[in-house]
Protein backbone atom coordinates (compact mmCIF):
# COMPACT_ATOMS: atom_id res chain seq x y z
CA UNK A 1 0.00 0.00 0.00
CA UNK A 2 1.17 3.56 -0.67
CA UNK A 3 2.04 5.91 2.18
CA UNK A 4 3.08 9.18 2.45
CA UNK A 5 5.08 10.61 5.70
CA UNK A 6 5.69 13.99 6.45
CA UNK A 7 8.15 14.56 9.46
CA UNK A 8 7.99 17.98 10.45
CA UNK A 9 5.09 18.56 12.21
CA UNK A 10 5.76 22.44 12.65
CA UNK A 11 7.73 24.77 10.83
CA UNK A 12 8.48 28.15 11.46
CA UNK A 13 10.22 31.10 8.92
CA UNK A 14 10.83 34.27 9.22
CA UNK A 15 8.97 36.64 6.42
CA UNK A 16 10.72 37.46 3.57
CA UNK A 17 12.82 34.15 3.90
CA UNK A 18 12.95 30.62 2.26
CA UNK A 19 11.57 27.69 3.97
CA UNK A 20 11.17 23.59 2.43
CA UNK A 21 8.57 20.94 4.05
CA UNK A 22 9.85 17.58 3.03
CA UNK A 23 7.63 14.92 2.09
CA UNK A 24 8.61 11.33 1.40
CA UNK A 25 6.14 8.49 -0.14
CA UNK A 26 6.26 4.64 -0.29
CA UNK A 27 4.80 3.23 -3.81
CA UNK A 28 5.41 0.49 -6.42
CA UNK A 29 3.73 2.55 -8.93
CA UNK A 30 5.28 3.74 -11.74
CA UNK A 31 2.57 5.77 -12.66
CA UNK A 32 1.70 8.41 -10.24
CA UNK A 33 0.99 11.75 -8.93
CA UNK A 34 1.97 14.04 -6.23
CA UNK A 35 0.11 17.26 -4.91
CA UNK A 36 1.02 19.61 -2.26
CA UNK A 37 -2.36 21.18 -0.46
CA UNK A 38 -2.32 24.21 1.60
CA UNK A 39 -5.66 24.45 4.69
CA UNK A 40 -5.20 28.21 5.86
CA UNK A 41 -7.67 28.49 8.80
CA UNK A 42 -10.54 28.80 7.27
CA UNK A 43 -10.24 25.15 6.56
CA UNK A 44 -10.44 24.97 3.04
CA UNK A 45 -7.76 23.14 1.20
CA UNK A 46 -6.18 24.82 -2.00
CA UNK A 47 -4.05 23.05 -4.02
CA UNK A 48 -1.02 24.48 -4.42
CA UNK A 49 1.17 22.52 -6.70
CA UNK A 50 1.32 19.28 -8.51
CA UNK A 51 3.67 16.83 -10.18
CA UNK A 52 3.25 14.33 -12.33
CA UNK A 53 6.38 11.32 -11.90
CA UNK A 54 6.73 11.20 -15.48
CA UNK A 55 7.92 14.52 -15.48
CA UNK A 56 11.89 14.72 -14.77
CA UNK A 57 11.69 18.91 -14.16
CA UNK A 58 10.40 20.25 -10.56
CA UNK A 59 7.55 21.66 -10.82
CA UNK A 60 7.26 25.48 -10.43
CA UNK A 61 4.09 27.87 -9.72
CA UNK A 62 5.32 31.45 -8.89
CA UNK A 63 6.90 31.49 -4.86
CA UNK A 64 6.52 27.69 -4.96
CA UNK A 65 8.33 25.16 -6.23
CA UNK A 66 9.26 21.45 -5.47
CA UNK A 67 12.04 19.51 -5.29
CA UNK A 68 11.20 15.94 -6.64
CA UNK A 69 13.85 13.13 -6.40
CA UNK A 70 12.29 9.97 -8.07
CA UNK A 71 14.83 7.17 -7.06
CA UNK A 72 14.73 8.36 -3.23
CA UNK A 73 10.83 8.88 -3.41
CA UNK A 74 10.96 12.43 -1.91
CA UNK A 75 8.80 15.13 -2.64
CA UNK A 76 9.98 18.58 -0.52
CA UNK A 77 7.81 22.04 -1.35
CA UNK A 78 10.02 25.15 -0.49
CA UNK A 79 8.22 28.67 -0.42
CA UNK A 80 10.29 31.06 -1.29
CA UNK A 81 10.13 34.84 0.06
CA UNK A 82 7.58 33.71 2.87
CA UNK A 83 4.35 36.13 3.19
CA UNK A 84 1.92 36.26 6.31
CA UNK A 85 -0.36 34.52 4.06
CA UNK A 86 1.32 31.27 3.70
CA UNK A 87 0.96 30.48 7.50
CA UNK A 88 -1.20 27.49 7.24
CA UNK A 89 -1.42 23.59 7.05
CA UNK A 90 0.41 22.09 4.36
CA UNK A 91 -0.51 18.81 3.46
CA UNK A 92 1.41 16.51 0.54
CA UNK A 93 -0.80 13.87 -0.87
CA UNK A 94 -0.65 11.04 -3.57
CA UNK A 95 -2.02 9.78 -6.02
CA UNK A 96 -2.06 6.74 -8.75
CA UNK A 97 -2.33 6.82 -11.76
CA UNK A 98 -5.26 4.86 -12.49
CA UNK A 99 -7.45 6.35 -9.94
CA UNK A 100 -8.24 9.64 -8.24
CA UNK A 101 -7.85 8.54 -4.78
CA UNK A 102 -5.83 10.62 -2.89
CA UNK A 103 -3.52 9.66 0.14
CA UNK A 104 -2.35 12.71 2.54
CA UNK A 105 0.71 12.90 4.86
CA UNK A 106 -0.05 14.12 8.39
CA UNK A 107 0.42 17.86 7.66
CA UNK A 108 2.88 20.67 8.30
CA UNK A 109 1.99 23.39 10.27
CA UNK A 110 4.32 26.30 9.08
CA UNK A 111 4.50 30.00 10.83
CA UNK A 112 4.94 32.77 9.03
CA UNK A 113 6.81 35.39 11.89
CA UNK A 114 6.79 39.33 10.82
CA UNK B 1 -19.97 27.61 -10.58
CA UNK B 2 -20.57 27.02 -7.13
CA UNK B 3 -17.97 24.23 -7.06
CA UNK B 4 -18.58 21.67 -4.23
CA UNK B 5 -20.25 22.72 -1.88
CA UNK B 6 -21.53 20.93 1.92
CA UNK B 7 -24.42 21.27 4.26
CA UNK B 8 -24.36 21.53 7.16
CA UNK B 9 -21.18 23.55 8.35
CA UNK B 10 -21.44 22.70 11.83
CA UNK B 11 -23.43 19.90 13.64
CA UNK B 12 -23.64 18.20 16.97
CA UNK B 13 -25.48 15.08 17.41
CA UNK B 14 -26.05 12.46 20.22
CA UNK B 15 -24.73 9.60 20.00
CA UNK B 16 -26.83 6.94 18.63
CA UNK B 17 -28.11 9.39 16.17
CA UNK B 18 -28.21 9.46 12.59
CA UNK B 19 -27.41 12.30 10.21
CA UNK B 20 -26.73 13.01 6.31
CA UNK B 21 -24.25 15.37 5.03
CA UNK B 22 -24.78 16.73 2.06
CA UNK B 23 -22.24 17.35 -0.95
CA UNK B 24 -23.14 18.39 -4.20
CA UNK B 25 -21.07 19.75 -6.98
CA UNK B 26 -21.79 21.59 -10.19
CA UNK B 27 -19.06 20.96 -12.53
CA UNK B 28 -20.07 17.81 -13.81
CA UNK B 29 -17.60 15.80 -12.18
CA UNK B 30 -17.59 11.83 -12.73
CA UNK B 31 -15.50 11.25 -9.30
CA UNK B 32 -16.94 12.34 -6.17
CA UNK B 33 -15.38 11.08 -2.83
CA UNK B 34 -16.04 12.08 1.01
CA UNK B 35 -12.60 12.29 3.42
CA UNK B 36 -12.58 12.99 7.50
CA UNK B 37 -9.54 14.85 8.55
CA UNK B 38 -8.36 14.34 12.20
CA UNK B 39 -6.08 15.98 14.45
CA UNK B 40 -2.42 14.68 13.54
CA UNK B 41 -3.89 12.06 10.75
CA UNK B 42 -3.97 14.47 7.65
CA UNK B 43 -7.13 13.43 5.79
CA UNK B 44 -8.09 9.90 5.28
CA UNK B 45 -10.53 8.44 2.72
CA UNK B 46 -14.27 7.35 3.56
CA UNK B 47 -16.54 6.38 0.74
CA UNK B 48 -16.11 7.14 -3.14
CA UNK B 49 -17.87 7.18 -6.56
CA UNK B 50 -16.42 7.08 -9.71
CA UNK B 51 -20.21 7.90 -11.47
CA UNK B 52 -23.49 7.52 -10.77
CA UNK B 53 -24.66 4.14 -9.46
CA UNK B 54 -21.32 3.16 -8.37
CA UNK B 55 -19.52 3.35 -5.25
CA UNK B 56 -16.80 1.80 -3.34
CA UNK B 57 -14.96 1.95 0.03
CA UNK B 58 -11.97 3.95 1.29
CA UNK B 59 -9.60 3.30 3.81
CA UNK B 60 -11.88 3.88 6.63
CA UNK B 61 -15.69 3.41 5.76
CA UNK B 62 -17.25 1.76 8.96
CA UNK B 63 -19.69 3.60 9.89
CA UNK B 64 -20.65 5.18 7.22
CA UNK B 65 -22.94 4.86 4.04
CA UNK B 66 -23.15 6.35 0.81
CA UNK B 67 -25.00 6.69 -2.79
CA UNK B 68 -25.11 8.36 -6.02
CA UNK B 69 -28.41 8.55 -7.56
CA UNK B 70 -27.26 11.91 -9.58
CA UNK B 71 -23.53 13.16 -11.20
CA UNK B 72 -24.22 16.15 -8.64
CA UNK B 73 -24.92 14.72 -5.44
CA UNK B 74 -22.92 12.30 -3.04
CA UNK B 75 -24.31 12.61 0.56
CA UNK B 76 -22.89 10.29 3.67
CA UNK B 77 -24.95 8.90 5.77
CA UNK B 78 -24.07 8.21 9.39
CA UNK B 79 -26.35 5.56 10.62
CA UNK B 80 -25.73 5.55 14.24
CA UNK B 81 -22.98 8.54 15.14
CA UNK B 82 -20.43 7.27 17.86
CA UNK B 83 -18.10 10.28 19.30
CA UNK B 84 -15.04 8.50 17.38
CA UNK B 85 -16.58 9.95 14.12
CA UNK B 86 -15.98 13.74 15.96
CA UNK B 87 -14.29 14.88 13.23
CA UNK B 88 -14.06 17.45 9.71
CA UNK B 89 -15.80 16.09 7.00
CA UNK B 90 -14.62 16.98 3.30
CA UNK B 91 -16.32 15.96 0.43
CA UNK B 92 -14.26 16.79 -3.43
CA UNK B 93 -15.04 16.11 -7.24
CA UNK B 94 -12.66 15.63 -10.08
CA UNK B 95 -12.75 14.60 -13.52
CA UNK B 96 -12.16 10.67 -13.97
CA UNK B 97 -8.55 9.99 -14.37
CA UNK B 98 -8.91 9.53 -18.54
CA UNK B 99 -9.67 13.48 -18.64
CA UNK B 100 -6.33 13.89 -17.71
CA UNK B 101 -7.31 16.88 -15.27
CA UNK B 102 -6.00 15.95 -11.80
CA UNK B 103 -7.26 18.86 -9.47
CA UNK B 104 -9.78 17.38 -7.15
CA UNK B 105 -11.98 20.44 -5.91
CA UNK B 106 -12.93 20.27 -2.62
CA UNK B 107 -16.16 21.41 0.07
CA UNK B 108 -15.64 23.71 2.55
CA UNK B 109 -15.96 21.17 5.23
CA UNK B 110 -18.27 19.99 8.26
CA UNK B 111 -17.51 20.09 11.39
CA UNK B 112 -19.03 17.13 13.05
CA UNK B 113 -18.82 16.66 17.47
CA UNK B 114 -20.59 13.69 18.47
CA UNK B 115 -21.28 13.92 22.43
Known amino acids: AQTVTQSQPEMSVQEAETVTLSCTYD???????LFWYKQPPSRQMILVIRQEAYKQQNATENRFSVNFQKAAKSFSLKISDSQLGDAAMYFC???????????FGTGTLLAVQP | NAGVTQTPKFQVLKTGQSMTLQCAQDMNHEYMSWYRQDPGMGLRLIHY???????DQGEVPNGYNVSRSTTEDFPLRLLSAAPSQTSVYFCASSYSPSAGIYEQYFGPGTRLTVT
Open chain 1, 27 to 33: TSESDYY
Open chain 1, 93 to 103: AYRGGATNKLI
Open chain 2, 49 to 55: SVGAGIT
